[in-house]
């Protein structure tokens, strides 16, 4: 009797399979997630250059002007990518989905 209890909170290898080709598809569907990665990056990048400049330049100089800009250029650079995903955000969940279909 145990091992029925056992067996019958055991999810399926075919469950498992195919719960892990959905989530392929889903993520292989997500054609901004390349483009999403380089902004970050070149976020990061941008962000730190930015910060490095305002500790290294003294006050009133032009590098801390320039680095002040770089910092604002980079905000813009994240504000672009939260932009690209922000559709995706906003839609619901399969679950929610489901749910209202249910119903």
Same mark, same amino acid.
């Given at each position: #009797?145990?091992?029925? /209890?056992?067996?019958?909170?055991?999810? *399926?290898?075919?469950?498992?399979?195919?719960?892990?080709?959905?989530?392929?598809?889903?993520? *292989?569907?997500? *054609?901004? /997630?390349?483009? &999403?990665?380089?902004?970050?990056?070149?976020?990061?990048?941008?962000?730190? +250059?930015?910060?490095?400049? +305002?500790?290294?330049? *003294?006050? @009133?100089?032009?590098?801390?002007?320039?680095?002040? @800009?770089? @910092?604002?250029?980079?905000?813009?650079?994240? #504000? @672009?990518? +939260?932009?690209? &995903?922000?559709?995706? #955000?906003? &839609?619901?969940?399969?679950?929610?989905?489901?749910?209202?279909?249910?119903?």
């Amino acid at each position: #009797m145990a091992e029925t /209890l056992q067996t019958a909170h055991t999810p *399926k290898p075919d469950f498992i399979q195919s719960e892990r080709q959905r989530l392929e598809a889903k993520r *292989k569907q997500d *054609k901004t /997630l390349f483009v &999403r990665n380089i902004l970050n990056s070149i976020f990061i990048i941008l962000a730190i +250059v930015a910060m490095v400049g +305002v500790l290294v330049s *003294k006050a @009133g100089t032009t590098a801390l002007y320039v680095s002040y @800009g770089i @910092g604002i250029v980079s905000i813009l650079v994240k #504000m @672009g990518e +939260v932009m690209i &995903r922000m559709p995706r #955000m906003l &839609r619901k969940t399969e679950y929610e989905q489901r749910k209202e279909n249910k119903q």
